[in-house]
């Protein structure tokens, strides 16, 4: 088991690490652009409002972010329907941000500590770690991967990460040729 996982996590490297390498450096200004204005909220305008103060640094950090990845990681993957595009972003980054909140909010009023340290650690650290991690895939699979499907090179990423696939041939593997819609399972 140890073996397949590994082997999913060299073929998921080898596959995305130039839009990986991108998404990062963007990942990196954009947490500059959410820690800066976070931190500035916290010790001005809004300190009292720790979590309000994380969602507006968020929604200014997603807009950079949507225009950075739209014009640049996946500029050779952007929708023909921009509209459409910015709604997945806009949906998946409320999540994220959603995820950032969620951890600001449980160490102020769960775990009690209050002091900005903790706070920008919550939402700025692991807020915006567990957040990304999301984000990635779902830009990736959902929000800039319609196009991408066709591409001789991704053709078969969704079978080496069994996403997409029905529960049996998820169990086949990615090695297993598709079944036909509605062939009985064991029958190719």
């Given amino acids: 088991m140890l073996k ?8 998921l490297a080898s596959m995305m690490w130039r839009e990986v390498a991108k998404f990062g450096v ?3 200004v954009a947490f500059i652009i959410d820690s800066g204005i976070y931190l500035w909220m916290l010790e001005g305008p809004m300190d009292d409002s720790e979590v309000k103060a994380k969602i507006i640094a968020g929604v200014v950090a997603t807009m950079f972010s949507w225009v950075a990845n739209r ?35 449980i160490t102020k009023y769960w775990i009690g500590l209050t002091d900005t340290t903790s706070l920008f650690i ?5 807020g915006l770690v567990l957040g990304t991690i999301f984000r990635f895939f779902a830009y990736r699979f959902w929000v800039f991967g319609e196009e ?3 591409e001789e090179e991704f053709a078969h990423d969704r079978e080496l990460l069994h996403v997409g696939l029905e529960p049996a041939d998820a169990e086949r593997g990615a090695s297993a040729p598709p079944r036909a819609p509605g062939t009985p399972d064991g029958v190719v």
Avoid: P
Avoid at 4 to 11: F, M, N, S
Avoid at 85 to 101: R, S, T, W
């Fill in 122 to 126: 919550a939402g700025s650290v692991v």
């Fill in 71 to 105: 014009f640049w990681t996946f500029r050779h993957r952007r929708q023909a329907n921009v509209v459409r595009e910015l709604v997945m972003f806009l949906i998946m980054n409320a999540i994220g941000l959603g995820i950032a909140a969620a951890c600001v909010f």
């Fill in 148 to 150: 991408m499907d066709a």
């Fill in 4 to 11: 397949e996982i590994w082997r999913k996590l060299l073929g």
């Fill in 26 to 28: 963007v990942g990196g």
